[in-house]
């Protein structure tokens, strides 16, 4: 028997509507999960200060487009602005951390702290938002498409996309998996994996300013929704396996539709109950993930 036959009209309406808009919510989660786990593979420290990167990325966009620049411009910005970050943080403090990466997520909890009181200091702790770059609106039967969450999605589906070809297929691919299997031979083999640590970290640090440029172009966000998102990002990291590229996409896909069913259906407020029972569940039941992993880019 055909869904539609068991499933009135209306309520497959609103189930179709809640999972194409459930996409965007997914794309930003999947690009703070893909930057968790590729840092975390390389270098295996926890950087819990990275959902504030994406924060930094949503304010850079929210000054820039409230100063008269296009949106374009913004978000290219916040990814330069939050990749340069990355680099600063990284050569100043995380490099040394390395052997002992308990250090590591130590310093990035002090930092969600910092970077979050610098960024009430000079614009306050009031929402932050702007005008959507695209209004317009798909009518496909009775589901409405936003478009400028569709292009969230296309967005987020190119970025992975090359990420993963470049980590399976390039030169640079093959050396990154090379370091992250081990470290020592790698660099005895020519390969500075030093360089390669900080080009993960600064790679990571932009797909969390691209997350931030594409969420505030969808919700209004305000100084503290890094340490929201960026328990999303682990949430994800860890449902899909550590490490594991793929695995960070699935879960973000899941978890997405997670919070989109149970808004449409469920308590809303109870949305981040839901994922983390889920959470919880797969990691008891598989405890390396749904894809498993815990080497990084080694895992794709």
């Known amino acids: 028997m055909a869904l539609t036959r068991l499933i009135p009209d209306a309520t497959m309406d609103i189930l179709l509507q809640q999972l194409v808009n459930s996409l965007s919510v997914a794309s930003v989660i999947i690009l703070i999960g893909v930057g968790i786990t590729l840092i975390f593979g390389l270098t295996g420290i926890i950087n819990f200060a990275h959902g504030e990167l994406l924060m930094i990325g949503g304010i850079t966009t929210w000054l820039l487009v ?15 602005v939050v990749g340069l970050l990355g680099f600063i943080l990284e050569r100043s403090l995380f490099r040394f951390t390395l052997e002992r990466p308990m250090n590591g997520f130590i310093i990035s909890l002090g930092l969600i702290v910092v970077l979050q009181h610098v960024v009430v200091r ?18 496909v039967g009775d589901i409405r498409i936003v478009v400028m969450r569709a292009v969230v999605v296309v967005v987020t589906a190119i970025v ?11 030169r640079y691919g093959l050396a990154l998996r090379a370091s992250v299997a081990d470290q020592e031979t790698a660099a005895l083999m020519g390969i500075p994996v030093r360089r390669y640590v900080t080009g993960v970290f600064i790679y990571g640090s932009m797909l969390a300013g691209l997350g931030g440029a594409l969420m505030i172009a969808l919700f209004p966000i305000t100084p503290f929704i890094g340490s929201t998102i960026v328990v999303r990002g682990f949430a994800v990291a860890l449902i899909g396996g550590l490490g594991n590229v793929s695995g960070a996409v699935v879960a973000g896909i899941i978890l997405g539709l997670v919070d989109g069913l149970s808004k449409g259906y469920g308590l809303p407020e109870w949305t981040d109950a839901y994922s983390f029972a889920l959470m919880i569940l797969i990691l008891l039941i598989r405890p390396q993930g749904l894809l498993g992993g815990t080497a990084g880019p080694r895992a794709v």
């Open 66 to 80: 409230s100063h008269g620049s296009s949106f374009l411009l913004a978000l290219l910005a916040a990814v330069a």
């Open 122 to 139: 000079m614009w306050n702790s009031y929402q932050k938002s702007i005008p959507s770059p695209i209004d317009e609106v798909w009518q």
């Open 160 to 170: 992975v996309a090359v990420t993963f070809f470049g980590i399976s297929r390039s």
